[in-house]
């Protein structure tokens, strides 16, 4: 049985190796990095590095205690005694963003919603309608719910058409 994401806290600069070793095991991680252009004595360079430093998302199932001992985890984020569990949109959001080349695109805002938060259209042929967030689909397009005539019509819509 699925219990959701958690989060693994790794020791310094282990993120790599404890994707490697935690999928071995056959649990799904996600690992978000980034890329980007900084200047280092006037001259740009390209510099790439893990989005959260020391901290690997990993997908639970009810057999989540041998991460604990998993070479490179420090410990897993708990509430109480179990695992503390992200919230699946936050996850989504992050993958959605995700390129083909692994690195996340860091030029657009991250805006976290959750299925059945009120949202509005704000361009396209949908423009001033209010509706209902339904999730987003894996080519980061937001699902969501309109009131069309009295109806409600599931459509999917660019990200930045919805507010």
């Not at 799904?28 to 004595?41: A, Y």
Request: proline fraction near 3%; charged fraction near 25%.
């Amino acid at each position: 049985m699925s219990i959701g994401w958690a989060v693994a806290m790794t020791q310094p600069n282990a993120e790599g190796k404890v994707v490697l070793n935690l999928e071995r095991q056959g649990y799904e991680t996600f690992l978000p990095k980034f890329r980007e252009v900084v200047e280092v004595d006037g001259r740009r360079c390209s510099r790439s590095g893990v989005l959260f430093s020391r901290y690997v998302f990993v997908h639970l199932c009810d057999a989540w205690h041998s991460i604990m001992g998993t070479i490179g985890v420090n410990a897993l984020i708990k509430n109480g005694e179990r695992p503390a569990v992200v919230e699946r949109s936050v996850v989504d959001e992050l993958k959605a963003r995700t390129g083909a080349d692994g690195f996340i695109d860091l030029s657009k805002p991250v805006v976290v919603r959750k299925a059945g938060d009120a949202v509005s259209v704000v361009g396209g042929p949908f423009y001033g309608f209010k509706g209902i967030y339904q999730g987003m689909t894996a080519h980061e397009r937001e699902i969501v719910l309109l009131d069309m005539l009295g109806r409600k019509v599931r459509v999917e819509l660019e990200s930045e058409l919805v507010a």
